[in-house]
């Protein structure tokens, strides 16, 4: 199985490979900082579980169908959230993000993390996998990060290891991505 890799996970390590390991007590995330990074993520970790799964999958999954439109309705809400992107990870990676053009974010995530991610699938997550994007892909990309970071939250509270980074409570009037 893949124990436990997930969505959230891909955010958990996508945000630890820019987190300095000696920052132990990093401040919180927001929940909408938290829902920004998993739109910016989710298309590429979504075409990398597609490269994956491909010879764990029937031809008439998901996965191996073609997402296209999915991903490009994905893919085109992630500029209007690359300032809630910013500062989450300058919060994550403190003065280390000073003079980092937030436009190359994107590339990092398209080159680097989701193809890591992506050596993290075992072919019998697959179906699993295939189940999860079917069901999310009517969803706008919001709805899916937000159930992304909900899952995280709920996950992690109460664990002996926590992830590289916490996400803060919400509060009633925090703004969503």
């Known amino acids: 199985m ?3 890799k997930t969505i959230t996970t ?5 945000l630890s490979l820019a987190a300095s390991t000696a920052q132990a007590a990093a401040p919180c995330i927001t929940q909408p900082e938290a829902e ?6 989710l298309p590429d970790l979504i075409e990398a579980a597609g490269q994956s799964c491909a010879a764990s999958l029937p031809p008439e999954a998901t996965l191996r169908m073609g997402l296209a439109p999915t991903i490009a309705r ?5 500029p209007a959230v690359l300032p809630q992107v910013t500062s989450a990870i300058a919060k994550l990676v403190g003065s280390n993000m000073a003079g980092i053009d937030p436009a190359l974010l994107r590339p990092l995530i398209s080159t680097v993390v989701a193809p890591l991610l992506a050596t993290e ?5 697959c179906p699993q996998i295939d189940r999860a994007v079917t069901l999310l892909a009517p969803l706008p990309a919001r709805s899916v990060a937000g159930i992304a970071v909900l899952l995280f939250t709920l996950g992690t509270d109460g664990r002996k290891k926590q992830p590289p980074f916490k ?6 009037a925090q703004p969503r991505p």
């Open 121 to 125: 699938i075992e072919a019998a997550d």
């Open 10 to 14: 891909g955010l958990a390590l996508w």
């Open 74 to 78: 994905y893919r085109a809400a992630a």
């Open 167 to 172: 996400i803060c409570p919400l509060s009633p």
């Open 36 to 41: 920004s990074l998993v739109i910016t993520l």
């Open 2 to 4: 893949m124990r436990g």
